[in-house]
Nanobody, 128 residues
Framework: QVQLLESGGGLVQAGDSLRLSCAASGGTFSWYVMGWFRQAPGKEREFVSTISRSGASTNDADSVKGRFTISRDNAKNTVFLQMNSLKPEDTAVYYC?????????????????????WGQGTQVTVSS
C-alpha cells in the first residue's frame, strides 16, 4: 500500500509559478499511475493532470493545458506538478493520487474513482 505526501503549496500572486511535489512510499512507485486533482471551496474535486507509469503518456484538464506540466521521477518516487501563469481560479487544495497500474505502461486515468490512494492535500492560493 502506497502512502503519498504532497508539498510545495503556498500563497502566490496571479502570474506566478509553483511546483508541487508528491513523494510516495510503501510501494513500487513505477507500477503506479499518478494523478493530480484539486478541490476549490464549495466545489467538487476535479481532475487536473495524470501521468502513466513510464511517464510517456500524460493528460491535462482543459483548464490547465499549456500552463501546468506533470512529470515523474521513478528513481526518486516522486511526481511533480509544475504550475505556471497561475490564476485566482487555480486556488484550491491540490491532491496527489495513485493507482496500481497494468502491464500497459502508457495507461492513464482521469477519473478520481479510478484511484485508490490519496494524499492529504496541499493548499494553493493565488491572489489577484
Amino acid at each position: 500500500q502506497v502512502q503519498l505526501l504532497e508539498s510545495g503549496g503556498g500563497l502566490v500572486q496571479a502570474g506566478d509559478s509553483l511546483r508541487l511535489s508528491c513523494a510516495a512510499s510503501g510501494g513500487t512507485f513505477s507500477w503506479y499511475v499518478m494523478g493530480w486533482f484539486r478541490q476549490a471551496p464549495g466545489k467538487e474535486r476535479e481532475f487536473v493532470s495524470t501521468i502513466s507509469r513510464s511517464g510517456a503518456s500524460t493528460n491535462d484538464a482543459d483548464s490547465v493545458k499549456g500552463r501546468f506540466t506533470i512529470s515523474r521521477d521513478n528513481a526518486k518516487n516522486t511526481v511533480f506538478l509544475q504550475m505556471n501563469s497561475l490564476k485566482p481560479e487555480d486556488t484550491a487544495v491540490y491532491y496527489c493520487a495513485a493507482e496500481f497500474g497494468s502491464a500497459n505502461t502508457a495507461a492513464i486515468y482521469v477519473n478520481e474513482n479510478d484511484y485508490d490512494y490519496w494524499g492529504q492535500g496541499t493548499q494553493v492560493t493565488v491572489s489577484s
